[in-house]
């Protein structure tokens, strides 16, 4: 498998008030990437950071701001985040749901807006990504990562996105195995009540990227916890390749 174990964990468990030495900190533990939850309150019933926020930490660390929009209109958000300088950007399928429903004959279009958003997320640096809530099926996304200017990253969500805490959803794993059989070097996300009782069964499904709120900023060593993420994966990987 041509995938690297990426641990990112979500800032949305840190201290907000405090999100630049919360950031050096989870780099100086181990962590690969920072995983920045953005929250509309309208795609979801939760509020969270925007550019402004990601600009402000961009002046204090050049690490890997991976960016999930959970918001209505991504489209919107590519401009301001390329400028504040987010890395990844990763968007919710389902976010033109309402258009493939109530316009069935607009279908090509939505296809169009597809290839429009991931070329213009490109085009501003950004490393595209596509996320799915736990009741959207997996092919709604095949598209977008079999198109000629594909995403990178698939984001399968195992829990409701919107708060973090939440309990882990194992039935989730069917679609990271579908998705890894299918696509064996695509970066596989996996996102909600991942830690050290969960990780082994998205890492032997074929999850390589793993965030990870409060199990890592609620643990006395959060190091450790970052540390047992990454060796699941990395072992993991071994049988998968065998
Ligand atoms: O996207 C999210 C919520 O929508 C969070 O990133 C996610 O829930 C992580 O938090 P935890 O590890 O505490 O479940």
Not at 163 to 187: A, H, N, T, W, Y
């Amino acid at each position: 498998m041509g995938v690297t174990p990426k641990i990112a964990p979500s800032m949305l468990s840190s201290d907000f008030a405090n999100l630049a030495s919360e950031s050096h900190r989870m780099l100086n533990l181990g962590a690969d990437w920072l995983h920045m939850d953005i929250m509309d309150g309208h795609f979801v019933p939760n509020l969270t950071i925007g550019a402004p926020v990601i600009e402000s930490l961009r002046k204090h660390t050049k690490a890997y701001l991976d960016c999930h929009l959970m918001v209505t209109n991504p489209l919107d958000y590519v401009e301001p985040l390329a400028k504040a300088g987010a890395s990844g950007f990763t968007f919710h399928v389902e976010t033109s749901k309402s258009w493939s429903f109530y316009f069935l004959l607009l279908w090509f279009f939505w296809i169009d807006d597809w290839k429009e958003l991931i070329q213009k997320i490109k085009s501003h640096g950004m490393r595209p990504g596509v996320a799915l809530k736990p009741g959207t099926p997996i092919e709604e996304v095949y598209p977008l990562v079999e198109a000629d200017n594909p995403v990178e990253m698939v984001l399968v969500m195992t829990v409701e996105p919107g708060f973090g805490g939440q309990k882990f959803m194992p039935e989730m794993m069917d679609k990271v195995r579908i998705l890894r059989m299918k696509f064996p070097s695509l970066d596989i996300e996996v996102d909600g009540g991942l830690g050290p009782s969960t990780i082994d069964v998205a890492a032997s499904a074929g999850a390589n990227c793993i965030v990870a709120g409060s199990s890592v900023f609620g643990a006395p060593e959060p190091a450790q916890v970052i540390s047992l993420l990454r060796n699941s994966v990395e072992k993991a990987q071994q049988t998968l390749i065998q």
